[in-house]
């Protein structure tokens, strides 16, 4: 095990402020990770995510994974070597040990060794109903031009009870509980530019003191509605974002996907997938990459989620690899029609033959 496994989210911060002088804008931001301002490469802008559950950075900007985990964050902000690195987060965490560069450790007797998780053993929980859970009806159900250009009809919107706050500029995107339908979330789309850069595009709803955020990991966006049509197919698509789920609901008849909200797939998440009798999972993810480094990042990064699903399960991925070229950078498989989806979907790549071709 290593101290970077065992530092939680505040830790980090607090180090990330303190030692690398960065600053942290959302602690609580898009899939719950922490933002940060950009520092790794001197900007401002904030898009470098940190993710407690995988213990890992991400910029989505000119970095990519290169700052994955702190001690490689440390290493570019302090232009060190990682047994630097490590000497100043132990010195900070008043932590003493040998380290080494892969399987990075601490040596100790009452450490148990990793296990692979059972996921039949997983027991997802049922999260807590939000109080006043339909406050987020107050604002109006409604037609929404900018999301109709991108496919999302009217009766996606009414499936989904997606409401419209047109002073705020937001749309209000309310979550259901994977296993009773209950308001367990209320999540909000800032569509004003200036908004979202500084606070994210994707945030809890907030209204008359109370956060309508929930945890994440332990839902899929789309779910409660959509398991019967995952039940028939055996099949779930897995879309980053609400959005993917509401576009794909608006082009065919029957809507198996969900959303996992972030870039991440936890193995609650998989066991909700399992408990519906699923045969094959699809990773439909945005494009994260413009050059091949970037694109190989992803792929690793998607090879790391898929190994988490059981064997016998089939793992297949969309993916528009550069030479291809039919989605945009940031661009969801859905992004760009019906037709685009249905042909990246119809060449997906079986997982065994994705893995090879790093």
């Known amino acids: 095990m290593s101290i970077l496994q065992d530092l939680n989210k505040e830790q980090v911060i607090n180090f990330v402020e303190e030692v690398l002088q960065g600053h942290c804008v959302n602690r609580d931001g898009y899939n719950n990770n922490a933002i940060f301002e950009s520092f790794c490469h001197g900007s401002t802008s904030p898009k470098l995510y940190y993710n407690e559950d995988t213990h890992s950075f991400f910029c989505f900007s000119c970095c990519g994974s290169s700052v994955n985990s702190l001690a490689d964050l440390t290493m570019k902000v302090k232009q060190c070597e990682f047994k630097e690195a490590m000497n100043i987060i132990n010195s900070y965490f008043g932590v003493s040990g040998k380290y080494h560069r892969k399987g990075v450790g601490r040596k100790s007797r009452n450490r148990t060794k990793k296990r692979e998780v059972n996921i039949e053993e997983i027991e997802v929980p049922s999260l807590p109903p939000q109080k006043k ?8 159900l ?43 979330g ?80 936890s193995y609650e998440q998989i066991k909700m997938l399992l408990l519906l009798g699923v045969e094959e999972i699809v990773f439909a993810f945005d494009k994260q990459y413009q050059n091949k480094e970037e694109e190989l990042l992803w792929k690793c990064k998607i090879i790391k989620l898929a190994y988490r699903i059981p064997e016998g399960i089939k793992v297949s991925i969309i993916w528009d690899s550069l030479e291809n070229g039919l989605l945009e950078y940031k661009d969801s498989p859905t992004d760009k029609g019906k037709e685009i989806y249905l042909e990246l979907f119809n060449n997906r790549i079986n997982f065994k033959n994705f893995e090879v071709a790093i």
């Open 186 to 265: 209320v999540r909000i789309r800032n569509l004003n530019k200036e908004v979202a850069d500084k606070f994210g595009k994707y945030v809890p709803f907030y209204f008359r003191g109370q956060m309508y955020s929930h945890s994440l990991k332990y839902n899929l966006y789309g779910y409660w509605q959509n398991k019967e049509a995952i039940q028939e197919t055996k099949t779930a698509i897995l879309f980053e974002g609400e959005k993917g789920t509401m576009q794909l609901n608006s082009y065919l008849e029957e809507n198996n996907s969900v959303a996992v909200c972030g870039s991440n797939l």
């Open 142 to 184: 409604k037609r929404l031009p900018m999301w109709e250009k991108e496919g999302i009809r009217f009766r996606t919107l009414k499936k989904y009870d997606i409401r419209y706050d047109e002073i705020g500029e937001k749309i209000i995107i309310p979550h259901f509980s994977w296993d009773n339908g209950s308001v367990i």
């Open 133 to 140: 859970p339909f406050a987020y009806r107050r604002f109006p």
